[in-house]
């Protein structure tokens, strides 16, 4: 896979942290991120927030002290459900919006990463 592939997005990394979440129209929350690419990620989290909400998710990436930071906005739900989509835990969707530059290379990073230890994700 070229580095164009993973730069658009077309792959999602598997990346467990826990996260906190800043919603505008809700208290905020904590929630595990469990995947993710320059294009959003997967929360996982019981409680569902309602589709459109934005939101603030705050995590820590390795070997940085630093918390990155992203706006973004709740693009898909999955509920607890008896055939959970592609086995993913209950939980929902976001979609970036306006990475800074910070948060885009180190998310770049996470998923070039990823690649150089599974070239199968290529």
């Known amino acids: 896979m070229s580095g164009e592939r993973r730069a ?8 467990v942290r826990r996260c906190l979440l800043e919603f505008a129209d809700a208290p905020a929350s904590t929630a595990f991120l469990v ?3 320059v294009l959003g ?8 927030p309602v589709l459109g909400w934005k939101l603030t998710c705050r995590f820590g990436v390795p ?3 630093h918390e ?16 959970p989509v592609h ?6 969707g976001i979609k970036f919006e306006a990475l800074s530059p910070e948060a885009r290379l180190r998310i770049e990073r996470i998923v070039e990463d990823h690649v150089a230890r599974h070239p199968e994700a290529r």
């Open 87 to 92: 086995s993913l835990p209950p939980g929902f």
């Open 41 to 48: 990620g997967y929360l996982a989290m019981d409680q569902q």
């Open 68 to 83: 990155v930071v992203v706006n973004g906005v709740v693009a898909w739900l999955n509920p607890k459900q008896q055939h």
């Open 8 to 15: 658009s997005g077309l792959i999602r990394v598997p990346f």
């Open 35 to 37: 995947n993710i690419n």
């Open 63 to 65: 070997d940085s002290e």
